[in-house]
């Protein structure tokens, strides 16, 4: 992998990436590549082992021309190729829909992965706690499911391990309160 340089032109110029790439690692001869920084995320695919160049025609801001001088830009293999990599966004894609199809995508990829179940809470999905009944140490766990938060969460639970997203330990006062 090669360097960024900053740009001539004005503003804050860009930056091109120079790669060298080997044979392509998938069957179908075309390896996708991920380029990023903290300020975004592009792409670009390669058929053949040799010098390959991507351009940034201008940073998308100060800081970002800072963390690219310090850092430089993250680049990935996909490893699966263009194909796999197709496939796999297309299983990801309705986890951050908001509808019964992202809710039910979320919960068959967490079966499929990790292989965790839930089981809906009979209605009302309303509880009425008393806080009487909450002690020292009483744990609460939420998982949201369905909508854009909910698809980042099932990733986070899927690389973590976790089956819940939101976790909260109840404590009292030495005077009792909660």
């Known amino acids: 992998m090669g360097g960024v340089c900053n740009g001539t032109g004005g503003g804050l110029g860009g930056g091109i990436v120079h790669v060298e790439t080997s044979k392509?690692?998938?069957?179908?001869c075309i390896d996708l590549y991920v380029f990023a920084?903290?300020?975004?995320?592009t792409w670009d695919y390669y058929f053949l082992g040799r010098e390959h160049t991507l351009d940034f025609e201008e940073w998308e801001s100060e800081a970002e021309y800072e963390y690219v001088k310090r850092n430089g830009v993250s680049i990935f293999l996909m490893p699966s190729g263009t194909i796999g990599t197709l496939r796999a966004l297309w299983e990801v894609f309705p986890l951050f829909t908001n509808t019964a199809w992202g809710e039910n995508a979320n919960l068959a990829f967490l079966e499929k992965h990790m292989g965790a179940t839930f089981e809906e809470r009979p209605k009302p999905w309303v509880s009425e706690l008393n806080p009487d009944d909450i002690h020292s140490g009483d744990f609460l766990v939420l998982s949201k499911i369905r909508g854009r938060w909910g698809g980042f969460e099932t990733l986070e639970k899927?690389?973590?391990?976790?089956?819940?997203g939101h976790t909260a330990v109840c404590l009292r006062d030495s005077d009792g309160k909660l």
């Not at 392509?24 to 179908?28: F, G, I, K, N, R």
């Not at 899927?158 to 819940?164: D, I, K, P």
């Open 24 to 28: 392509a690692h998938s069957w179908t």
């Open 158 to 164: 899927w690389v973590t391990g976790a089956y819940a």
């Open 37 to 41: 920084t903290p300020y975004r995320v």
